[in-house]
């Protein structure tokens, strides 16, 4: 399968097709990780395939330590633009989460936003737990904010348009193969491009056995982004921790 995530990451479509992402639903849920992991105010923390740095920046206005990777150096320039303007400080480097190079350890590490599942095999899409377990500190948390894979399958919109700044964007779902696959259509006057998204839908059951093999103990389940139990049925997310 083509490696959908580096043209549709990098487009300049990106970040307007996904303007309505706001800072609430990413302080809620950090405010729930900070609470469960019971964090020190000093602590070190990485932030896998971080994106326009949503979540980075708003750690590091809490005075945490944060470090922040992605693939995109288009969603980097907007992560980097963004931690200047509210002047505080994020060390983000260009990387594929494949093969991270890394030499400190931290004392939590996220992947959030599902950032995950985007390869072809198992074994690709849990390279990056393998990495994480050895950059962790003892006693410290890895946190996977997923989709739930039940709630996807029962609850998918097969298509959707919208107007954004002059662009008519559609959208078209289906599950394939195990996968959610997404098409993206954006038209603005004479120009039309197309995207896909394709993620691995893993329930919750291989996802906790894959951490525990290479040495996890999963501890907690929420269910959304305000804490709630998770059900297999309703809960739209699947917001995992696991403890080194």
């Known amino acids: 399968m083509?490696?959908?995530?580096?043209?549709w990451f990098s487009s300049e479509e990106y970040l307007s097709v996904y303007q309505h992402r706001n800072n609430e639903d990413a302080q809620k849920l950090l405010e729930l990780i900070i609470r469960e992991t019971e964090l020190n105010?000093?602590?070190?923390?990485?932030?896998?395939?971080?994106?326009?740095?949503?979540h980075s920046i708003n750690l590091a206005l809490k005075g945490f330590n944060?470090?922040?990777?992605?693939?995109?150096?288009s969603l980097l320039k907007k992560a980097k633009s963004d931690s200047a303007l509210q002047q505080i400080e994020v060390d983000l480097f260009c990387a594929d989460i494949r093969n991270i190079c890394l030499s400190k350890k931290f004392d939590l590490i996220l992947n959030l936003f599902?950032?995950?599942?985007?390869?072809?095999?198992?074994?690709?899409?849990f390279c990056f737990v393998g990495t994480a377990f050895n950059l962790l500190n003892e006693n410290s948390y890895y946190v996977l904010d997923f989709l739930n894979a039940n709630f996807v399958q029962n609850n998918l919109v097969p298509e959707t348009i919208k107007e954004t700044e002059n662009k008519k964007v559609t959208e078209r779902?289906?599950?394939?193969?195990?996968?959610?696959?997404?098409?993206?259509?954006?038209?603005?006057?004479?120009?039309?491009?197309?995207?896909?998204?394709?993620?691995?839908?893993?329930?919750?059951?291989?996802?906790?056995?894959?951490?525990?093999?290479?040495?996890?103990?999963?501890?907690?389940?929420?269910?959304?982004?305000?804490?709630?139990?998770?059900?297999?049925?309703k809960s739209p997310r699947l917001i995992l921790f696991f403890k080194r």
Request: proline share 1%.
């Open 173 to 233: 779902r289906k599950i394939e193969n195990g996968r959610v696959v997404k098409e993206i259509t954006i038209q603005s006057g004479e120009m039309t491009n197309s995207y896909l998204e394709s993620v691995q839908l893993y329930p919750k059951e291989k996802i906790i056995s894959e951490f525990e093999k290479i040495g996890f103990n999963f501890t907690k389940l929420f269910g959304d982004y305000e804490g709630s139990i998770f059900n297999e049925h």
């Open 114 to 125: 599902t950032s995950f599942g985007y390869f072809d095999n198992d074994e690709e899409n």
């Open 41 to 54: 105010k000093d602590a070190s923390i990485l932030d896998a395939a971080c994106g326009a740095g949503r």
């Open 66 to 73: 944060v470090t922040g990777f992605d693939l995109s150096k």
């Open 2 to 7: 083509k490696e959908w995530f580096k043209d």
